[in-house]
């Protein structure tokens, strides 16, 4: 049986003493430190003792990597410190002293989204799926006709079937598979709300029910963007004001800022009133405020700034230098995506469609999907053997190659925060590819790789040149920022994060 004393004495004297040691717990396989002075630590002394098998900072925490022996390793380290541990959750709470306020508002979204990661991986698999089954066409299956008519595009090009066309069974199969896709992606604000009211310790059922006021079938879908813009939806009429039935389906920011609202009048509210009678007030002025506000100032909010934003991308797209604008719009394009402005895309699309018998910022989108799915295939590549880390990030690259990019986001890219980047910066050059050759798609398709699909025959070229741009730079990116610990201290995730090299 190995001897952990001698190490654990030299790992004390590494990190710089007890004295340097403000807290320290284990888990599974690492010791977990969070130290007074951070810069104390000696790193490559560290990870030349032989029970060590590597180090990396992570959240405020110092982390040694140690085994399956760690948990002996722990009861040497705390007989020849003389320090006790304390729990996981304490350290988290000691950790903070370590991290700014974008370490600590990251390590806040991590939180809420972790337990909801499950849900959003095979979400993202179902409607990666459902694209291939009803977004592709397949030459090889024939031109698509109805009524006796062969269909063709307004440009005279052939419309070819989609594999729901001529397969009832897949037919079937696609239209039952919407029935947990609609749950999990557009009923997300449910989740978030939720999620939110657990990680601040009130009331979940409250944060369910206004999740579900978010995503009531009352309210018009945010998908039916066209409508919203257009007018087309019914309203609370008060008497002396009324307010837009929208809804905020698979919206991010809008359910957070509502979960984090509720939670925090519910906690102020308990304050004042008495016990007694809580039960009965306490969710009553908490839930009912925080739904008005809701649909009152954060709908509208982010409405206008969504109008604001086609506005902005259309006088982008014809200005002179369309090309800078290609590439903000492809770097920018996946934070749209978590604040959920980027519905709007679709209303230009159709417009631009209707105007010009096609749209050049759809492919755009296309190799965003590319460019994000690349960054997770970076970190698969540096974390390969990380069983635990590959269970997300695998089927992530899959759904986001097929057009699905929010398990990949939420799951492992804005968790590490330099993928994410990595993949918004080969969208961004993808982007600026793309319109700079006017590459144009058809009409709206299939996101991911699949989106050659959908480009025009003359177009086929320059984007194939943007897809090569946003699948490779990613990768590329993403080791060279772990390699060389660029971005690398804004992690937040529990994943364990092996040694490079082993």
């Not at 696609?174 to 896709?181: C, E, I, Q, S």
């Not at 989108?365 to 997770?376: E, K, R, T």
């Not at 925060?417 to 080969?426: D, K, R, T």
């Not at 709206?444 to 989106?451: D, E, K, N």
Request: glycine share 10%; with cysteine.
């Amino acid at each position: 049986m190995a001897d952990f004393k001698n190490d654990a004495k030299e790992l004390l004297d590494a990190i710089g003493g007890k004295e340097n040691v403000n807290a320290v717990t284990h888990c599974a396989t690492r010791m977990r430190f969070v130290l007074d002075d951070p810069s104390g630590a000696d790193v490559k002394r560290i990870e030349e003792i032989p029970s060590v098998k590597g180090t990396f900072t992570q959240a405020g925490q110092f982390q040694v990597i140690i085994g399956n022996r760690v948990a002996d390793f722990y009861n040497e380290f705390s007989d020849v410190s003389g320090l006790e541990g304390v729990s996981k959750d304490d350290v988290k709470k000691a950790s903070t002293q370590n991290m700014n306020w974008l370490q600590r508002l990251m390590g806040a979204l991590a939180e809420i989204f972790t337990p909801l990661i499950p849900a959003i991986i095979i979400g993202g698999l179902i409607l990666g799926f459902r694209n291939v089954l009803e977004g592709i066409e397949f030459q090889s299956l024939g031109q698509l006709i109805v009524d006796g008519v062969p269909q063709v595009t307004e440009a005279g090009v052939p419309i070819y079937n989609k594999i729901v066309n001529v397969s009832q069974f897949w037919a079937g199969v696609n239209d039952f598979l919407w029935l947990p896709g609609e749950a999990i992606f557009h009923f997300l604000p449910v989740g978030i709300t939720w999620s939110v009211t657990r990680k601040m310790g009130t009331t979940q059922i409250l944060g369910i029910v206004l999740g579900l006021t978010l995503v009531s079938p009352q309210l018009a879908n945010a998908y039916g963007v066209e409508d919203i813009l257009a007018g087309d939806i019914s309203q609370w009429d008060f008497g002396f004001f009324q307010l837009d039935k929208i809804g905020y389906q698979a919206q991010v920011i809008p359910a957070m800022m509502a979960g984090f609202l509720l939670a925090y009048l519910e906690k102020w509210l308990r304050k004042f009133i008495p016990e007694a009678i809580s039960m009965i007030f306490v969710p009553l002025f908490a839930l009912l405020p925080t739904i008005f506000i809701a649909h009152a100032v954060i709908g509208p909010i982010g409405w206008t700034l969504g109008t604001g934003l086609s506005q902005v991308v259309n006088w982008g797209l014809s200005g002179t230098f369309s090309w800078i604008f290609g590439f903000v719009f492809g770097g920018l394009y996946a934070p749209l995506v978590i604040t959920g402005l980027h519905h709007m895309s679709n209303a230009i699309d159709l417009q631009l469609v209707a105007d010009y018998g096609g749209t050049n910022l759809w492919p755009m989108i296309a190799l965003s999907n590319i460019a994000q799915g690349s960054a997770v295939l970076g970190m698969i590549i540096m974390h390969w053997g990380n069983k635990k880390e590959e269970q997300v990030s695998i089927p992530a690259a899959i759904s986001a190659y097929l057009g699905v990019t929010e398990p990949a986001l939420f799951g492992i890219n804005i968790k590490f925060v330099y993928p994410f980047v990595a993949g918004m910066i080969g969208s961004a050059f993808a982007g600026m590819i793309s319109v700079a050759m006017n590459v144009t798609a058809n009409s709206i398709g299939v996101g991911g790789l699949p989106g050659f699909l959908s480009i025009q025959p003359d177009s086929m070229v320059g984007f194939f040149i943007a897809m090569a741009v946003a699948f490779i730079v990613p990768i590329i990116l993403t080791i060279f920022f772990e390699k060389r610990g660029i971005l690398t201290k804004w992690e937040n995730t529990n994943l364990p994060i092996p040694k490079l090299g082993q």
